[in-house]
């Protein structure tokens, strides 16, 4: 019995589930690597326009809401531990514990995305995006613009890889609680992690670099 | 067959050294450490990217496979930047920011000539140029304004090149003697035509070796 199940857990053209296993990881992990490629343009580009504009980045990232980004971050930290302790239930065969650390993961997630769309609303009240309505109070308001094109455009590329980690973990849910999931096989869940956490390294250098810029 | 299982207490153990360095890194950007917040700021952030990537990512268990993946996305992330930052730092595209532009010092009037417009028999306009050098960052620089513009305590509107604070502020520079006003208006202006990136080689700001 236990033959027929590893007989059947893998697909035909891999010698193992393990060989299975370690393929989609590292697949996953490949596709990571082009991921930090991706936004690494977007981080050189701030790297660029932060080192010629210094004065204005310390202006634009003062006028970021400081405590709603914090709080976003421990969000997401949060999301991380619920996600990992999804993965981990989901090693153990704990069926019921992972369809609760992936809902708690979604409710994370979602609350971030909330908080987010707050902090996005206020600056559109502020006239601080980028555009023909730009308007802000500093001496360098041109430089400024540059530094809300960044910060919209990584925080934009980041929200969106929240949204579709949102989606890959309410299928994963779904397919969680109707049983799919065993210690033998819980690769899905275990590569949404990876990409999981993946976003929430984004943040972690997106925090300091949008929202600490200068506020001593 | 189910890979390595990282026992609960460990991940609640990143989780909580995850937010204390949250915290760490959010008291750090209060004090005034100069260009070490910037260091700081990247250090935390990498070291709560690492225990990310060894613990809730299973690095630390994963294959020999995986590590070279991980070394040699970061290696191309470092060479990105690195190959980027190496031409704008010594091409001199940036030579105008603000990181070159030291303290503005030792500013006065250099010379005063026609305008050159007027010249061609205009009426209205200004009808003197004035040259002001100071010393920016071992440098001299020299600013060409005109009788028109606006000289405050706050800075000079030409070239341009605005300067909020004393956008509308008479009176006009008329008087050349270097006066208070005169003096801080210049290396304010100075400083900010510098930094604006707006003023360009022999137009309203020329660089020239002290």
Same mark, same amino acid.
């Given at each position: $019995? +236990? ?15 393990? *060989? ?11 596709? /990571? ?49 619920? $996600? ?7 090693? /153990? ?30 600056? @559109? ?8 309505? @730009? ?18 455009? $990584? ?6 890889? $929240? ?11 779904? *397919?969680?609680?109707?049983?799919? @999931?065993? +210690? ?33 | ?12 153990? &990143? ?33 709560? %990217? ?9 690095? !630390? ?16 992330? &470092? &060479?990105? &930047? ?37 010249? !061609? ?65 210049? %290396? ?14 022999? !137009? ?5 070796? %002290?």
């Amino acid at each position: $019995m +236990p033959e027929a199940r590893a007989m059947a857990s893998h697909l035909h053209h891999f010698d193992s589930a393990d *060989q299975q296993k370690d393929a989609a990881t590292l697949g996953m992990w490949v596709f /990571l690597i082009t991921e930090i490629l991706f936004f690494g343009g977007l981080f050189m580009a701030y790297v660029v326009y932060r080192s010629g504009y210094p004065g204005a980045w310390v202006e634009a990232s003062r006028s970021l809401d400081l405590r709603l980004g914090a709080i976003n971050t421990a969000v997401l930290i949060c999301s991380s531990l619920t $996600m990992a302790l999804g993965v981990q239930a989901a090693q /153990l065969g704990r069926r019921k514990a992972l369809v609760g650390w992936l809902v708690a993961t979604i409710l994370l997630g979602g609350a971030f995305l909330g908080i987010k769309s707050v902090e996005y609303a206020h600056k @559109f009240a502020e006239h601080h995006v980028p555009g023909p309505s @730009f308007v802000f109070h500093g001496a360098e308001a041109r430089p400024a613009q540059l530094f809300f094109s960044l910060y919209f455009a $990584m925080t934009g590329m980041h929200a969106l890889h $929240m949204v579709i980690g949102l989606g890959l973990l309410l299928n994963l849910a779904r *397919q969680s609680r109707a049983g799919r @999931f065993t +210690p033998a096989y819980y690769t899905p869940v275990e590569m949404a992690g990876l990409y999981w956490h993946f976003v929430d390294i984004v943040w972690i250098f997106l925090f300091p670099l949008l929202y600490l810029v200068g506020r001593h | 067959m189910s890979g390595h299982v990282v026992p609960s207490k460990v991940y609640f153990a &990143i989780f909580a050294t995850l937010i204390v360095l949250t915290g760490l890194t959010v008291a750090a950007a209060m004090v005034d450490l100069g260009p070490l917040n910037t260091v700081v700021a990247m250090s935390i952030a990498c070291a709560k %990217a690492t225990l990310v990537v060894l613990y809730f990512m299973h690095a !630390r268990y994963g294959s020999r496979l995986i590590w070279v993946m991980l070394c040699a996305g970061v290696l191309w992330l &470092i &060479i990105l &930047i690195a190959l980027t930052m190496g031409d704008y730092a010594t091409r001199g595209w940036m030579k105008q920011s603000a990181r070159q532009v030291g303290a503005v010092t030792a500013p006065r009037l250099a010379a005063v000539s026609p305008f050159p417009e007027r010249q !061609r028999g205009e009426d209205r306009g200004p009808r003197e140029r004035i040259d002001v050098e100071a010393q920016v960052s071992g440098r001299r620089l020299v600013v060409a304004f005109h009788d028109d513009s606006v000289i405050g305590p706050g800075g000079i509107e030409t070239g341009g090149v605005r300067c909020p604070e004393m956008f509308g502020q008479r009176p006009v520079m008329r008087h050349h003697g270097a006066s208070d006003s005169f003096t801080r208006g210049l %290396a304010s202006s100075a400083t900010r035509i510098a930094r604006s990136g707006v003023a360009r080689t022999g !137009r309203s700001l020329r660089t020239a070796p %002290a």
